[in-house]
């Protein structure tokens, strides 16, 4: 019975996720997803993603609580010890890649724990229904434990009104969260790991790589 309500559960997780709009897809992983341990995880995820949160939207993230729209699930790999996070996230700019390259290059920096920049993914959605399947897939067996509550943030402004000078102020914010070096690097990360999806096309075995 309770497999049977999981799977309904899960189900409907699948219908609400369809139904928001994301269009980017991320894995971010630890340098030892076995040791790192969920309290430390969880409270560097915090930090990160609000530190995103400034980067995108300045002094407003916290006068105004905007956020990023997002969708984050912790998973613990097939023998349950290796801690990691899918998310799937609505680009906040217009060059989904640079958003992808931000997202990886923020998190590779943001301490000495977090994985560098090749071993994490994010990557622009390709295919949403394969994503949505991926990112719940342990629910069956974590159940909404899977669904990271305090990382997600359901209703965002990603779309806002912005002038120049906000553009401005966003690009500064920008330069100072990571540098042209570490977004040129964060490409190649994403050219690298572009070409291995579209090569075997397979999301399990890009968590494996």
Same mark, same amino acid.
């Given at each position: 019975?309770?497999?049977? &309500?999981? +799977?309904?559960?899960?189900?409907?997780?699948?219908?609400?996720?369809?139904?928001?709009?994301?269009?980017?897809?991320?894995?971010?992983?630890? @340098?030892?997803?076995?040791?790192?341990?969920?309290?430390?995880?969880?409270?560097?995820?915090?930090?990160?993603?609000?530190?995103?949160?400034?980067? +995108?939207?300045?002094?407003? #993230?916290?006068?105004?609580?905007?956020?990023?729209?997002?969708?984050?699930?912790?998973?613990?790999?097939?023998?349950?010890?290796?801690?990691?996070?899918?998310?799937?996230?609505?680009?906040?700019?217009?060059?989904?890649?640079?958003?992808?390259?931000?997202?990886?290059?923020?998190?590779?920096?943001?301490?000495?724990?977090?994985?560098?920049?090749?071993?994490?993914?994010?990557?622009? @959605?390709?295919?949403?229904?394969?994503?949505?399947?991926?990112?719940?897939?342990?629910?069956?067996?974590?159940?909404?434990?899977? +669904?990271?509550?305090?990382?997600?943030?359901?209703?965002?402004?990603?779309?806002?009104?912005?002038?120049?000078?906000?553009?401005?102020?966003?690009?500064?914010? +920008?330069?100072?969260?990571?540098?042209?070096?570490?977004?040129?690097?964060? &490409?190649?990360?994403?050219?690298?790991?572009?070409?291995?999806?579209? #090569?075997?096309?397979?999301?399990?075995?890009?968590?494996?790589?």
């Amino acid at each position: 019975m309770a497999f049977k &309500q999981r +799977i309904q559960e899960r189900q409907a997780l699948v219908q609400h996720l369809q139904e928001q709009d994301w269009d980017v897809f991320g894995t971010l992983k630890f @340098v030892n997803g076995r040791t790192i341990g969920r309290k430390t995880a969880n409270k560097l995820l915090r930090s990160y993603w609000n530190k995103v949160d400034r980067v +995108i939207y300045g002094k407003a #993230a916290e006068r105004q609580n905007m956020r990023i729209p997002r969708w984050c699930f912790a998973h613990e790999g097939g023998d349950r010890e290796n801690f990691h996070v899918h998310f799937v996230l609505q680009s906040t700019l217009q060059d989904t890649k640079h958003m992808c390259c931000l997202l990886n290059a923020v998190w590779a920096q943001h301490h000495a724990q977090t994985a560098p920049l090749a071993k994490n993914w994010i990557m622009p @959605v390709q295919d949403r229904a394969a994503v949505v399947s991926y990112v719940t897939h342990e629910y069956w067996r974590m159940g909404s434990d899977t +669904i990271s509550d305090n990382l997600c943030w359901d209703t965002g402004h990603a779309n806002h009104t912005t002038d120049d000078n906000y553009s401005r102020q966003q690009a500064y914010r +920008i330069q100072r969260a990571a540098s042209p070096l570490w977004l040129r690097q964060a &490409q190649q990360a994403l050219d690298d790991q572009k070409a291995r999806y579209e #090569a075997c096309g397979d999301l399990q075995m890009m968590e494996r790589g």
